[in-house]
């Protein structure tokens, strides 16, 4: 990518870099001028359903325009400069093409007609994906006019909140079916392109738990496939509302997706720790886990046991060796099945005990070694699991 411009394309719901999370926070790494906007007067942020107010004929920095809003981009792409060194990009391409509230299929609600972010209420492609399609391809056209061009495009992809019926498996194949159309319709740019997913986090307090099942379709379709990787859980991050990330959660969440993308051009694309084996004994099971390195138990906000609860059945401890996680259980199991991690639900309405900036779906796994965050001094990023049911 030396020489290159990458572009981070986001898509999605508000999450994707369009909720008004400001103001932007101090931090000299968001100011540096390799990461850039489009010209055309929509910054980061992109159309959000509007019209364009004109063409995208080159681009101007990130940091002078883009103050009163926090930026999962600009985090993200301030991550990937840091990860990547002498060999990243030129510059950073910032822009999100998402629209906040969008399932991904069109539907009618009464006499009117809401377009979904794939497909319309007729099964058409919607105006919201080809205006996508399209500003992704008139940003690289207009890098290669002005230079350096665009050598790669990372999409970052944050939808869940408003498709929380669609069953698993039409989720996954929308989902994986909305990717092959972007590489059809973007193959004469000739670029490697790569999807970045975030799983859904959850509600806040007052919703009804985030036991969706788009939520466990992403690692499906990030294991089917080649140009997708599941990069983030989406509950560990600061909320300022039920739904919406913080400054502080974009921020957090942004490096996160940028040491993602950064491994991916690097050639060393990260996996999540992730379980792959889960047997019981007696009232215990015992998962082991793919990933690198050791796991930890954080004491961060959760549901249930660090985020662990027993379909039938009563979850009473958690306890980590290195890649092994051992639940604890009140009776014997006849197998884990019916065990679900950061996948929670209850009855709408119910108020539960409120963790300011905390989803309460959440979970305590994590990585046992994280990195320090380049935004926010003396945090840290870890690869946190994301939420799973057996």
């Known amino acids: 990518m030396r020489g290159k411009s990458l572009l981070i394309m986001a898509f999605g719901q508000s999450n994707a870099d369009v909720h008004n999370a400001g103001p932007r926070l101090e931090a000299p790494p968001l100011e540096d001028p390799r ?12 159309l959000m359903g509007q019209a364009p107010k004109g063409p995208i004929t080159g681009f101007e920095p990130f940091a002078p325009h883009e103050r009163r ?8 792409g301030a991550r990937v400069l840091h990860e990547m060194g002498p060999e990243a990009p030129a510059r950073v391409i910032l822009r999100s093409g998402a629209k906040g509230g969008r399932r991904l299929l069109g539907l009618r609600q009464g006499a009117r007609e ?3 972010l794939l497909s319309t209420c007729s099964g058409d492609l919607s105006p919201l994906f080809e205006a996508f399609l399209r500003v992704t391809s008139e940003v ?3 890098a290669m006019r002005d230079g350096p061009e665009v050598g ?12 929380r019926q669609m069953v698993r498996a039409e989720y996954a194949a929308r989902l994986g079916g909305m990717m092959d159309v972007t590489a059809d319709v973007l193959a004469p740019l000739g670029l490697p392109m790569h999807w970045h997913l975030v799983q859904a986090a959850g509600p806040g307090a007052e919703g009804a738990g985030n036991a969706w099942p788009n939520r466990l379709a992403l690692a499906d379709v990030a294991t089917a496939r080649g140009d997708a990787t599941l990069a983030a859980a989406g509950y ?16 957090l969440l942004g490096e996160a997706l940028g040491r993602s993308i950064a491994a991916q051009l690097s050639g060393q694309p990260r996996t999540l720790p992730h379980p792959v084996a889960a047997v019981a004994e007696g009232a215990r099971l015992l998962l082991d886990f793919a990933g690198e390195g050791p796991l930890a138990l954080d004491h961060a906000p959760a549901s249930g046991r660090h985020g662990f609860e027993m379909a039938r059945g009563e979850v009473t401890g958690v306890r980590v060796d290195g890649r092994r996680v051992e639940v604890t259980l009140a009776e014997p199991a006849s197998g884990p099945e019916g065990l679900s991690y950061a996948w929670s639900s209850w009855a709408k309405g119910t108020r539960l005990p409120a963790i300011p900036g905390a989803a309460l779906g959440g979970g305590g796994l994590r990585s046992a070694e994280g990195v320090a965050s380049i935004l926010l001094p003396g945090r840290k990023i870890y690869d946190w699991v994301p939420g799973f049911s057996l």
């Open 236 to 251: 560990p991050w600061p909320l300022e509302d039920g739904v919406h990330y913080s400054a502080e959660g974009k921020a």
């Open 35 to 46: 990461l850039v906007v489009p010209d055309d007067g929509h910054g980061f942020r992109g």
């Open 114 to 116: 809401v377009d979904g």
């Open 152 to 163: 790669a495009i990372a999409f970052l992809f944050a939808h869940g909140e408003s498709e």
């Open 140 to 142: 690289c056209d207009a």
């Open 69 to 76: 809003v926090m930026s999962l981009t600009a985090a993200a």
